[in-house]
């Protein structure tokens, strides 16, 4: 039996990093927020023993050993349901690698979700969360869909009140970003972080988040469109990516495409995680499609696409 998952990429609302913890992780707090590119995941299940990957873009950055995500999840699936089955995973990579969209974090949760499909067997929704936290940092986000909280390492998530579809222009740039080095330029970079900044940080997110589920943030007085409003709020709060602090420095084509996102009319631009994705808000798909025209003609890989809301996530998941 074969179960076909589409894998949806996520981009991160602003992101902030505070204090390295004890276990050398990094405190977090970001909005990650799902997005209609993806890859499609092919999980079939049969007699026998053992996991095996294989990649449809055979990018060698992608492992196909144990030490894929979606091996590490598939292996422990198995091992929480007590099943002994032979399991094949088939990788159509369409989203970059190294990206900071959450790729390989999201392949491995809908290896998940057809793992268990296919094996017609079910996690509890808090084995689901503790399996995919102890795989990855951005894994639990893929298991909630839409627009989401993240703190703690960024493996604690919380829906929240979801952002309408956001026009979005995606520009994926050659280069790879690793994260844990990021994550060390950043240690490089700043002193150890108070935790007040992370408290402001939260204190700004909380108020837009309150103001978010709130009638009054409806329509605005001037006839802006609720999306455009509820954007607006959250720019307000000056969100930003502070990888962007760490990795535009090493790589200045990425402040340059950030630049370029502007120009073409995006109402907010920024990396998405560690990057080298970067992605533009617009106020419509029309905007987005003309600018993602003016990009490719400036010989950078964009596309249009909009920010995926929860229920359509967990609806197109299978479509
Ligand atoms: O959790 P994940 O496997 O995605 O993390 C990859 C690496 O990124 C970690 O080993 C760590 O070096 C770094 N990281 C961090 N703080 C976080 C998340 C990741 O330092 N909050």
Redesign the pocket.
Known sequence: MTVTVRSFAKINLGLYIGA?RAD?????RTVYQTIALRDVIRVSVGRGSGIEISCTNKDPRVPLDSSNTCYRVAERVLDQLGVTSKVSIEIEKRLPVQGGMGAA?SNAVATMIGLELALKKKLSPEARLRIAADV???LPLFLVGGTVLGVG???EVYPVTDLPALPMVVVTPEVGVS??EA?ADWDRLTRPQSSDRLFEVGCALSAWLSGLGSPNTGASAKGGSRAEKLLLDLVRTGIENDFEKVVFPKYPELRDIKGALERAGSSYASLSGSGSTLYGLFRSSGDAAKAAWRLRKQGLKAVATSTLTRQHYWKRIFD
Do not use: K, N, Q
Request: proline share 6%; glycine share 18%.
């Open positions: 390295v050398g992780f990094h405190e977090l974090s990855g940092s951005d390492r960024g493996e994260t844990p994550f």
